[in-house]
Nanobody, 114 residues
Framework: QVQLVESGGGLVQPGGSLTLSCAVS????????VGWYRQVPGKEREWVAS???????MYADSVKGRFTISRDNAKNTVSLQMNTLKPEDTAIYYC????????WGKGTLVTVSS
């Protein structure tokens, strides 16, 4: 069973930066698509970024130029570097792993507020 554990969330001021990490166990990430979604309570889950098995990285328009997704296949981890954060980035961020099936972490809360 693939398990994902996110970390790195917290409170940050507008314009600040934060890095989220996702540790994956029970499966190797090298052949998988991994990425991040986010969700504000009461709203639909929104795709944020993804990293394909062959290195292709994609971003939602709302975060393009501010967020960077990376993967470390040797450590089986996925990261999301978030810069120039805005209050509208406030959400629970979920890591996902897609290879034959979809797996999700439990999420980490990011709050952008002064």
């Amino acid at each position: 069973q693939v398990q994902l554990v996110e970390s790195g969330g917290g409170l940050v001021q507008p314009g600040g930066s934060l890095t989220l990490s996702c540790a994956v166990s029970g499966g190797v990430i090298s052949p998988a698509t991994v990425g991040w979604y986010r969700q504000v309570p009461g709203k639909e889950r929104e795709w944020v970024a993804s990293s394909g098995a062959y290195g292709r990285r994609m971003y939602a328009d709302s975060v393009k130029g501010r967020f960077t997704i990376s993967r470390d296949n040797a450590k089986n981890t996925v990261s999301l570097q978030m810069n120039t954060l805005k209050p509208e980035d406030t959400a629970i961020y979920y890591c996902y792993y897609k290879h034959h099936a979809d797996y999700w972490g439990k999420g980490t809360l990011v709050t952008v507020s002064s």
